[in-house]
């Protein structure tokens, strides 16, 4: 899939793809990320769902989903470059995604923010119900731990 508004491409093909740039943003820019190997970001995009936002060739968005596209999807890793927020390019990449084929029909979607609650509460996302059911494992600053 693919579209184009107002100078910006907003796909999902793979091979347009910039992992350097994704990796640069991830492991330089984001919180969530800080210090992830360039190999790690590449395994992660082949295994998954992912979008990119392109501007004259330039990579300057990107998300993933992580997903059986049967019953589930986890949303990760968005971003759009620093220079382009203000343009409502979130706000259209999510429309883009929420309803790409391989996503629909599926039991749970589900993310992690700490700051864009507002944009993705209006593509129906919420806080967890029954929180206490939901488990998992962290490992906080595992791509850093060596150079602390």
């Not at 793979?14 to 360039?38: R, V």
Request: hydrophobic share 40%.
């Amino acid at each position: 899939m693919e579209i184009s508004e107002n100078g910006f491409i907003f796909s999902d093909k793979k091979e347009l793809l910039n992992f350097e740039a994704i990796h640069h943003y991830l492991s330089a820019e984001s919180y969530w990320a800080k210090g992830i190997p360039l190999a790690t970001v590449k395994r992660s995009i082949e295994n998954s769902l992912c979008f990119g936002i392109y501007k004259d060739q330039e990579q300057v968005g990107f998300a993933r989903w992580v997903t059986d596209k049967a019953t589930f999807a986890w949303l990760c890793d968005v971003y759009i470059k620093e220079s382009y927020r203000g343009l409502g390019l979130s706000k259209k990449l999510m429309s883009f995604m929420i309803f790409h084929p391989d996503l629909q029909g599926l039991r749970r979607y589900q993310l992690a923010t700490l700051d864009a609650h507002g944009l993705y509460a209006q593509f129906g996302f919420s806080p967890i119900q029954n929180p206490e059911n939901q488990m998992g494992i962290v490992i906080p600053n595992i791509y850093t731990q060596d150079s602390e």
